[in-house]
């Protein structure tokens, strides 16, 4: 159980195009999900906090008019980078709870989305 | 605020060797969990463990067992006779308070098993 799943695995694109890229959890109800980057060799860093029905809530430094989130749905968020650069290439992957302030409640993460911008 | 230090950034030892992973932790919360994650050369994310601060017991599953240790904020990972396909990137990570934010990770240790 705690399967989540992130589409697509891989995109190669040109500058100034726009991506989505999809994190749903299959066999619960997401209330929280969670947008990590992670650069080459690097930790990952949180982007942003997306709870079901409100605005997501950026991390400092983190473009909100650029990384595009939706939580629509208890099932499904979405990151849509916008207008994307070749600096915004990296490792994206996304992470699903249960419950929006229970820390207890582990975060079951998606096998992330390998973003290049050409 | 909170942190996550992995001071180890590689280690390369041979198979079957034991080995250490550290991680140090700082947060000002008296309850909060920690976790490692290992991250194979793929790039998912695979859950090892969880442990709330509550819980100092020392865990062991199969080769791998944590030593949580409030007093010195660490909590350690050691892989018994470790194997090639131990190899791979191991976080530590941290999470406190109400829990409305995401988790905190380390640098990771990229742990190389050499056959």
């Known amino acids: 159980g705690a399967v989540v799943s992130q589409h697509p695995s891989r995109v190669i694109c040109k500058s100034g195009t726009s991506v989505k890229i999809e994190c749903r959890s299959l066999?619960?109800?997401?209330?929280?999900m969670f947008w990590y980057r992670q650069f080459p060799k690097q930790s990952l860093m949180l982007m942003a906090t997306?709870?079901?029905?409100?605005?997501?809530?950026?991390e400092q430094g983190v473009e909100k008019d650029k990384f595009l989130i939706n939580h629509a749905s208890l099932t499904l968020s979405t990151l849509t980078v916008t207008s994307a650069h070749p600096e915004d290439s990296s490792f994206y992957i996304c992470?699903?709870?249960?419950?929006?302030?229970?820390?207890?409640?582990?975060?079951?993460f998606g096998d992330g989305t390998r973003l290049s911008i050409l | 605020a909170q942190k996550v230090t992995q001071a180890q950034t590689e280690i390369s030892v041979v198979e079957k060797e034991d080995v250490t992973l550290d991680c140090v932790y700082e947060?000002?919360?008296?309850?909060?969990?920690l976790f490692w994650y290992k991250q194979p050369p793929s790039g998912e994310l695979v859950f090892l463990i969880r442990?709330?601060?509550?819980?100092?017991q020392n865990e062991i599953s199969g080769r791998y067992s944590w030593n949580f240790q409030k007093s010195t904020s660490s909590f350690n990972f050691t892989i018994t006779a470790s194997q090639v396909v131990d190899s791979a990137v191991y976080f530590c990570?941290?999470?406190?308070?109400?829990?409305?934010?995401?988790?905190?990770f380390g640098k990771g240790t990229h742990l190389i098993i050499q056959p």
């Open positions: 066999d619960f109800q997401a209330t929280t």
């Open positions: 992470s699903a709870r249960q419950g929006r302030f229970n820390s207890n409640q582990p975060q079951h």
């Open positions: 997306s709870n079901e029905g409100s605005k997501a809530t950026y």
């Open positions: 947060t000002r919360d008296t309850t909060y969990y």
């Open positions: 442990r709330n601060s509550f819980d100092e």
């Open positions: 990570a941290l999470i406190s308070g109400g829990g409305a934010d995401g988790l905190t």
